[in-house]
């Protein structure tokens, strides 16, 4: 268990530039909590925001999606933010769409956009 719920950030490609730049504009409210992220996301937020400490987990398609929605379960993720690509179908859709479940189960916040993003991290700082 880590100390406090971490944000977990996750971005299908087509929205992987926007939520770099989301990272970047709002690094210091992030820095101040646990960031997991999904791999190539992880990877990303991480040449964009140097110094932030990101733990990576798999790559969405190999189940870093579902890594995300464990850590969920284990109360360890109090915040999604996933800027989702709704132009293109993705052969892990299904993963996708477990996370999201699971994020209601637990009621847990989850931006699936920038606007929401935005909105959801003043609430936390
Ligand atoms: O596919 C994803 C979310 O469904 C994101 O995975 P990556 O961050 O590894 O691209």
Not at 10 to 15: E, T
Not at 27 to 56: K, S
Request: hydrophobic share 45%.
């Amino acid at each position: 268990m880590t100390v406090k719920p971490s944000i977990a950030l996750i971005a299908h490609d087509q929205k992987k530039d926007d939520l770099a730049d989301f990272a970047r504009t709002h690094r210091q409210a992030m820095a101040r909590y646990p960031i997991v992220a999904t791999g190539t996301t992880g990877a990303r937020i991480a040449e964009a925001c140097p110094g932030l400490e990101i733990t990576r987990l798999k790559s969405g398609p190999l189940g870093g999606d579902q890594q995300i929605g464990a850590l969920i379960a284990t109360g360890d993720v109090g915040l999604v933010i996933f800027f989702v690509d709704p132009l293109t179908a993705m052969p892990h859709d299904v993963d996708v769409k477990a996370l999201m479940r699971l994020a209601i189960v637990y009621d847990i916040p989850m931006a699936l956009n920038r606007a929401t993003a935005e909105n959801l991290l003043k609430t936390l700082a």
